[in-house]
């Protein structure tokens, strides 16, 4: 949860009757909501639901057929991952993509923008025009390991890396990147509780520090630490939205789930 | 004397191929199937820009007897261009096969193209009498080999070099990032082409100065010289040596030769396919095999380990005291 | 027209040889996903062993069965050996095409230690060439066709018709939903090698015949075209290889006899490039392909 300020917050991102569809399978359609500036978001619903489209969509990878994304009162439709990237947009992904051969700390350091070593030239005949900049992002990017918790991992290749440990890579990559808005897909997915904890704490860290975040999730008890409110999705619309309390008694929310484990706080938690 | 010099200079020539493929496949994940042809553009423009006119009843291009580090240069320029058309032409497509077959498809074009056209290259025939580029008509071709190392050793030190330079940067993480997976690559904001663009015209450079030494050494070169399967040995080496690491592809091509072992082997097989004897081919196949099974990173694998351990970031003791990071506090890139 | 008309006839050949090796590599392709470097020199192998049993005085058509049933079970070995070895372990495709590299390497060393390196005469005397209709065709000529199309039919029923073929099609189309629904994936992809094994005997022959000499790297020097049809019919389609073939084939054959026939080879990849550019999935668009 983030600090509420007394002002109004900004809005970030507005998703406009936003539509697109597989072949003819519409998996998202007139799809409308808002991300005001620094709240965190929780993004629900059944499976099929359009959440995954919906974030390919926002970060830029597929292209709405119908509707529109404005970012910062921008419209970044028509606009590819590479652009969404340089304008803040940093997402996370479901079956936590890693560069699996490179070490952790390799992996964090890609995430920086900017990286004057990152010209061909650069790097074979001019060694001294990057190499400050170089040491001061390997600063940054142990630190952010450390604050995650894997610096004991962090000149191993990341494929060696257990399932839980991969997700908080994944953030602190993300987080390198100084993001204005997160898009996590399922960070606790498989993940055990105290890692889930860890998670969970520092989400709500980074977005006191200003950072908007939408977090697609299916825990529940998760979603209550982070989530500011909640969007509920079915069938490719906007179901809800508010608090998870009010959502969770939503008749038409209750009955989208319909045949699924009742949205209860999971037991342990 | 003259075998190991053979060997050697052999060796080095090959290696220096090796140097640029492992910079496109093991850095990048660029699969150059056809690689030897640029190595043969190299060649031919190195030897039409050294040769004189073409005598009667032969034809070449060129002929301005040029000095030898103009020919050499051209060959890298020549190369590197041909390699920027190749990877032009895949560019819209997603698919990776695509390079490969494009890259076939340009190797097969040039192939034609040298053979059937006899004003290029003097067709079948192919170009001959390339000046020795020292000692002139009064040297021995131990001699002229044993010069040869020297350039040939300077220039396969300086390939080196630069991809050691290119994977202790960040150049050289990105590509491998790319290698490892492009579209996250993409979800942070690059532009993967570009990088991909420009480590495989620098292979291919790499490629085409060794053409430009082989045909210094051999003082000839025809379309026999560079069949398709010769790219395969290239390949095979890197692999073999290690991908991803910049002495793994020195190493893989000095026992790719080693394993052929025998002069007619690694020259380029003039005339009819090579004279594969008594299973020495066999004995690389089963090598990439046992390598791609038990081995897959190669001899020599890829060494970042060494480098990040060695010099380690200790945090400064304040730090270590504040509980967040200062990579998310600050929007505006003041810690530069 | 008369030229034009004797490039088709070439064209037909060509294409008859042609779809049949891209629709056994797509046959292939499309169980294993991945693409065989080594095929050529199954192509070659399946030439010399047609080859040695004619010189051994069997008949020419006894001699192809037996070479068929031989490559079959040479290919079946070789996956067990080599490439099952590798798709147990789930590697990355690029390992599987290294590695199809490296039988290669093995395959034709093993065949010029065992045949050696000179060219060999393989020819049949079936007579000269006659016109039929506005083609100009040899009796080996028609027969190639004929077999071609003969084979490709009895593929086609066997990919349609009959349970393996539902099983195979299944397979190629989704591994996973294909074992889970009790297919047993592992004996599939075996008999598809077989099968492919069997059915490289006739474009190798066909091939041989049409250009009269034999050597360790006849198969190889094909690898690429036949590599580009099926690229071309869209990876992974077995009808759209043999589409493919046919386009590749009559086109530079056609092509071949208006320019420098040298340049045969260059105009199939550069119209393999071109088409490929505009229709980046193939001829046949690859909907459906779920894996």
Same mark, same amino acid.
């Given at each position: ?88 947009? =940093? ?12 070490? =952790? ?165 | ?336 | ?124 005397? /079936? ?49 996973? /939903? ?114």
């Amino acid at each position: 949860m983030t600090i509420s300020s007394g002002e109004d917050p900004k809005t970030l991102l507005e998703i406009r009757d936003v539509g697109f569809h597989y072949g003819g399978v519409w998996a998202v359609r007139n799809c409308s909501f808002n991300l005001a500036e620094g709240k965190v978001t929780g993004l629900i619903g059944p499976n099929g639901a359009g959440k995954s489209t919906l974030m390919e969509i926002l970060s830029g990878f597929l292209r709405a057929a119908e509707g529109g994304i404005f970012y910062q009162g921008e419209d970044v439709t028509r606009v590819g991952p590479v652009g969404m990237a340089s304008r803040g947009v =940093v997402r996370t992904f479901q079956d936590t993509r890693l560069f699996a051969r490179l070490p =952790v700390i390799e992996n964090v350091m890609i995430a920086a923008g900017d990286q004057r070593g990152e010209s061909a030239f650069r790097s074979m005949f001019w060694r001294r025009s990057w190499r400050e900049q170089e040491l001061g992002l390997r600063t940054q990017a142990t630190e952010l390991i450390e604050w995650l918790g894997l610096s004991s991992h962090i000149y191993e290749q990341a494929g060696t890396l257990s399932g839980g440990q991969r997700r908080l890579l994944e953030i602190a990559r993300a987080l390198m990147a100084r993001p204005k808005l997160l898009l996590f897909d399922e960070p606790t997915a498989g993940v055990f509780p105290e890692i889930s904890q860890l998670i969970a704490t520092r989400i709500c860290e980074v977005a006191e520090q200003g950072v908007t975040i939408l977090v697609v999730a299916h825990n529940m008890g998760f979603l209550e630490k982070v989530a500011d409110d909640v969007v509920v999705m079915a069938e490719g619309k906007v179901l809800a939205r508010g608090s998870l309390d009010y959502v969770r008694a939503h008749e038409e929310v209750v009955a989208a789930y319909l045949g699924m484990p009742r949205m209860s706080k999971p037991v342990g938690e | 004397m003259y075998f190991i010099l053979d060997l050697l200079l052999l060796g080095c020539i090959n290696a220096i191929m090796a140097a640029g493929v492992n910079l496109q496949y093991g850095y990048n994940g660029l699969l150059n199937v056809a690689n030897y042809t640029f190595t043969a553009i190299g060649a031919y423009v190195a030897g039409v820009l050294t040769l004189g006119k073409a005598p009667q009843g032969t034809s070449w291009i060129g002929g301005w007897s040029l000095p030898w580090y103009v020919g050499l240069l051209g060959a890298g320029v020549a190369a590197s261009l041909a390699g920027l058309i190749v990877f032009l032409f895949s560019i819209r497509r997603l698919r990776s096969d695509y390079l490969a077959i494009v890259t076939v498809a340009a190797a097969y074009i040039f192939y034609n193209w040298a053979t059937a056209d006899q004003g290029l290259f003097d067709g079948g025939n192919g170009i001959f009498g390339v000046p020795y580029i020292f000692g002139g008509s009064t040297i021995t071709t131990n001699e002229y080999a044993a010069l040869l190392l020297i350039p040939t050793g300077a220039i396969l030190a300086i390939c080196v070099w630069l991809s050691r330079r290119i994977f202790r940067s960040p150049f050289g993480r990105l590509l491998r990032a790319v290698r490892e997976d492009e579209v996250v690559v993409k979800a942070f904001g690059r532009k993967v082409w570009h990088s991909q663009l420009k480590i495989y015209t620098l292979g291919c450079f790499m490629s085409g100065l060794a053409g430009a030494m082989f045909v210094f050494y051999i003082t000839a070169w025809s379309p026999s010289a560079f069949l398709p399967g010769e790219s395969f040995f290239i390949l095979a080496a890197v692999i073999i040596g290690g991908t991803g690491n910049y002495w793994g592809g020195v190493l893989g091509a000095f026992v790719v030769v080693e394993g052929l072992n025998e002069l007619t082997r690694y020259l380029p097989n003039f005339g009819y396919p090579a004279d594969f004897g008594a299973g020495r081919v066999m004995l690389i196949g089963v090598g990439l095999l046992l390598v791609l099974r038990y081995r897959p990173e190669g001899l020599f694998p890829e060494r970042w380990l060494h480098w990040y351990e060695r010099r380690p970031v200790t945090l400064p003791v304040t730090l270590r005291r504040r509980p967040l990071p200062t990579a998310v506090t600050d929007a505006e890139g003041a810690n530069r | 027209m008369h030229t034009f008309f004797l490039g088709i006839g070439f064209g037909l050949v060509t294409s008859a040889i042609l779809a049949l090796a891209a629709v056994a590599v797509s046959l292939q392709l499309s169980v294993t996903n991945f693409i065989n470097f080594a095929y050529g020199d199954y192509l070659t192998l399946a030439a010399y062993l047609a080859w040695s049993f004619t010189r051994a005085g069997i008949p020419l058509w006894l001699a192809i069965v037996f070479s068929g049933v031989l490559t079959g079970a040479i290919a079946v070995i070789i996956h067990i050996l080599v490439f099952r070895r590798f798709m147990r372990r789930s590697v990355r495709p690029v390992t599987l095409l290294i590695a199809g590299l490296g039988v290669s390497f093995i395959v034709q060393d093993a065949m010029v230690i065992i045949w050696g390196t000179e060219p060999q005469r393989f020819t049949t005397t /079936l007579g000269s060439a006659r016109q039929v209709g506005p083609f100009l065709l040899t009796p080996g000529d028609m027969i190639i066709i004929l077999t071609g199309a003969i084979l490709l039919l009895g593929l086609h029923m066997l990919l349609a018709y009959t349970k393996f073929g539902k099983a195979l099609r299944a397979t190629s189309n989704n591994l996973d /939903l294909a074992q889970a629904s009790g297919i047993n994936v592992e004996r599939v992809t075996s008999i598809t090698w077989f099968l492919v094994g069997v059915l490289t005997v006739a474009p190798a022959v066909a091939l041989v015949l049409e250009s009269g000499t034999l050597d360790p790297t006849t198969g190889f020097d094909e690898l690429f075209v036949i590599f580009g049809a099926v690229i071309l019919g869209g990876v992974g389609r077995p009808y759209g290889a043999m589409l493919g073939a046919l386009v590749v084939g009559l086109s530079t054959e056609v092509a071949g006899m208006y320019l420098n026939a040298g340049y045969k080879s260059s105009i199939a990849f550069a119209l393999v490039i071109i088409l490929l550019m505009f229709r980046p999935s193939g001829l046949l668009s690859a909907a459906g392909k779920t894996s």
